[in-house]
């Protein structure tokens, strides 16, 4: 089924968007919106539960985006060379093809236009609140509701899906004399267009799946490009090529085809996690690839040395370029083999003691991960921030739910990212999850909330981390950006695509404790027989006491 048959299946289903959209509840002396669902953010992971949530006939719901577009990582991304290195059929909702992929790896803008186009052929603009960043978020046991503060207003929901992402908030680090740094500086993921590059001395700090993309990108252009590389990467060549306009006419007459397509991908991934997972010693010949491909590229043998890792390949993610190697290779460019450690004016100096004069600084030093920010912002039902919940390493019930903070789930959760494949299939995963969630809920009935054991969730991590012993993420003598401050791996999933589509098909009610409303205070004396005899006519679900029941 292909996009646009989405949009004339769901049309039937549609309602009136300013009656399903818009309730408000009494909350002190002002009225404030009130939604079924809340999720935050626009990038693959909300839009995602936005067209699940139509798809299940939940319409009462709001996307709030920071903002004033969608597309996330997608959107705010758009340096120099931006482009995915997963395979585009790969890199796309399964209930939404597209058999238009002008390349075998897309680029940014592709991407982005993809996602607008799953906007409007979904219906998802009417739900949309941009320049709604959300400021604070707190749970109410007494309502069972969360209260959220955005920069656009105020409003409370049953539930949240926190689609946030692990890649939103650019980290750059606190280098000593970076304040007194009298040229441009900015993060690969804001970057200034603004800015011209020509003739500059640019310094790039990291060597990243970003960095690789950018020094091709701009090395033509620049004066001087010094790269800073605390780490070395692995880099296999990026096998990309423009896909024909036949190829792309036989996957729209053919759907078949792209699903196919798609299979394969997909089919080949899953085959190479058990060398990620239970074989680390099976990578050797990737590794041994690696090493062609850059001995092709880099006949200096001391830049060689330079650039060769010395942990085993699949430790940090492997990137993909056919450039970047060349690239190294220029007149001027120059690689200094270590981190940056201090700014003194335009003098760049590297930990081993070399020295380099920049006009421009781009930092492309990753994401706040394991620490994400919007963490700070949630509070739960002790009073207690999800930061503070998370403070000895993120955890939560299959990568959704964490105790202490009941209808609230996040998308693209500790413990589910991917070191070979596409995180749209573990977000389409957890949006299975999110679809159970609500049916439970409804199956409940009345006000309801659920609020995961902390038994379960560390039941579950403990079984994670188990696994993660064995991965080449913890032995292969790296560290990355998947593990903490204290060295766990909170960040990647240890099993392949479809396990984890199973163990996330269905809520289990036994690791949740069902929450109700308190009972009301004791009526006044004189109002006791009357409130008496109308209880008598009530349920026994509703003059149960409604503190906390177990599933």
Same mark, same amino acid.
């Given at each position: 089924?292909?996009?646009?048959? *989405? ?28 939604? &079924?669902?809340?999720?935050?953010g626009a990038g693959f992971g909300g839009l995602g539960a936005a ?42 909702? %399964? ?31 009417? *739900?949309?609140?941009?320049? +709604? ?47 007194? /740094? ?5 993060? +690969? ?8 590059? $020509? ?48 190829? &792309? ?27 990620? $997972?239970?074989?680390?010693? =099976? ?8 090493? &062609? ?8 043998? @001391? ?6 890792p010395d942990y085993r390949i699949g430790c940090k993610r492997i ?17 200094? @083999?270590?981190?940056? &450690?201090?700014?003194?004016? +335009? ?6 003691? %070399? ?29 207690? $921030? ?13 990568? @959704? +739910?964490?105790?202490? /903070? ?21 977000? =389409? ?25 902390? %038994?379960?969730? *560390? ?25 903490? @401050? ?66």
């Amino acid at each position: 089924m292909t996009v646009d048959e *989405h949009q004339a299946a769901d049309e039937h289903e549609a309602v009136d968007e300013h009656e399903a959209v818009g309730e408000h509840e009494a909350v002190g002396e002002g009225r404030r919106e009130h939604v &079924r669902v809340a999720v935050i953010g626009a990038g693959f992971g909300g839009l995602g539960a936005a067209v699940r949530l139509r798809r299940e006939g939940i319409t009462d719901f709001v996307v709030l985006e920071r903002a004033n577009g969608v597309g996330g990582a997608w959107r705010d991304n758009t340096y120099p060379g931006c482009a995915c290195d997963v395979p585009s059929h790969l890199y796309s909702f %399964s209930f939404a093809p597209n058999p238009d992929w002008p390349r075998a790896f897309s680029g940014q803008e592709h991407i982005r236009a993809y996602l607008e186009h799953v906007t409007d052929v979904f219906g998802l603009r009417s *739900h949309l609140r941009f320049d +709604s960043e959300v400021r604070r978020m707190t749970w109410d046991p007494e309502r069972l509701c969360w209260d959220i503060e955005t920069a656009s207003g105020f409003l409370c929901a049953d539930f949240v899906v926190s689609a946030t992402g692990p890649l939103s908030d650019p980290k750059i680090p606190d280098v000593p004399g970076l304040d007194s /740094f009298p040229g441009k500086v900015f993060h +690969s993921a804001r970057w200034d267009h603004d800015h011209d590059l $020509t003739g500059k001395r640019v310094a790039m700090v990291g060597t990243g799946a970003s960095a690789i993309q950018i020094v091709p990108a701009i090395q033509p252009k620049v004066g001087r490009l010094t790269v800073f590389q605390r780490t070395p990467p692995w880099v296999l060549p990026r096998v990309d090529r423009a896909i024909g306009r036949a190829e &792309r006419r036989l996957h729209q007459l053919l759907p078949l085809t792209a699903k196919v397509r798609r299979g394969l991908l997909w089919g080949i991934r899953e085959l190479q996690v058990q060398a990620f $997972t239970k074989h680390p010693n =099976e990578l050797g010949f990737v590794e041994q690839l690696a090493r &062609r491909n850059m001995a092709r590229a880099v006949k200096d043998p @001391a830049l060689r040395a330079r650039l060769t890792p010395d942990y085993r390949i699949g430790c940090k993610r492997i990137l993909l370029s056919s450039e970047y190697y060349p690239a190294l290779t220029r007149p001027n460019v120059d690689v200094v @083999a270590s981190g940056l &450690r201090e700014i003194r004016g +335009s003098t760049l100096v590297a930990a081993d003691g %070399s020295e380099a004069e920049a006009d421009v600084i781009v930092f492309g030093t990753g994401f706040h991960v394991t620490d994400m920010p919007i963490a700070e912002r949630v509070v739960g039902a002790d009073g207690r $921030t999800l930061a503070q919940a998370w403070k000895g390493g993120m955890e939560a019930l299959r990568g @959704a +739910s964490a105790p202490g /903070f009941p209808n609230w789930m996040s998308i693209i959760g500790p413990n589910t990212g991917l070191g070979n494949s596409s995180m749209i299939l573990i977000i =389409e995963s957890q949006l299975n999850y999110m679809a159970d969630y609500l049916r439970q809920l409804s199956v409940l009935g009345g006000r309801a909330a659920l609020d995961a054991r902390p %038994s379960a969730v *560390h039941a579950w991590n403990r079984r994670v981390q188990d696994r993660m012993r064995r991965t080449v993420w913890n032995t292969g003598g790296c560290t990355s950006w998947y593990l903490d @401050a204290d060295g766990r791996n909170t960040t990647v999933w240890p099993g392949t695509t479809s396990e984890f589509r199973r163990v996330t098909r269905r809520v289990d009610l036994a690791e949740y404790v069902v929450l109700r409303p308190p009972a009301t205070k004791k009526p006044p004396r004189e109002t006791a027989m009357k409130a008496g005899q109308d209880a008598a006519a009530r349920t026994p679900r509703e003059t149960a006491p409604k503190t906390e029941a177990p599933a």
